[in-house]
Nanobody, 116 residues
């Protein structure tokens, strides 16, 4: 099993910034992708950003140009730098890890609230 611990959420005004962190532990051999999803109240979980062990990043259109994902695969840690936050970014942000191309894991999440 993989344990994921997120931190860095909080309350911020629109236009502000936050940085989320996630550390993976446990059965971490073979991690090839780390990233973030989010889930707003009453909505389905949606993709935000991922980064591969090779350093390739992928973003949802809604966050491109505002969010930056970075990873330290040596320490199995991933970060999400969020700038120019909007009220519609309000959600629980869940850390995501994929191992050996087939095993998917999500953390419990950290709340991000953006006030207008």
């Amino acid at each position: 099993q993989v344990q994921l611990v997120e931190s860095g959420g909080g309350l911020v005004q629109a236009g502000g910034s936050l940085r989320l962190s996630c550390a993976a532990s446990g059965s971490i051999f073979g991690i090839d992708v780390m990233g973030w999803y989010r889930q707003a109240p009453g909505k389905q979980r949606e993709f935000v950003a991922t980064i591969t062990s090779g350093g390739s990043a992928n973003y949802a259109d809604s966050v491109k140009g505002r969010f930056t994902i970075s990873g330290d695969m040596t320490n199995n840690t991933v970060y999400l730098h969020m700038n120019s936050l909007k009220p519609e970014d309000t959600a629980v942000y869940l850390c995501y890890v994929r191992r050996l191309r087939i095993y998917n894991y999500w953390g419990r999440g950290t709340q991000v609230t953006v006030s207008s």
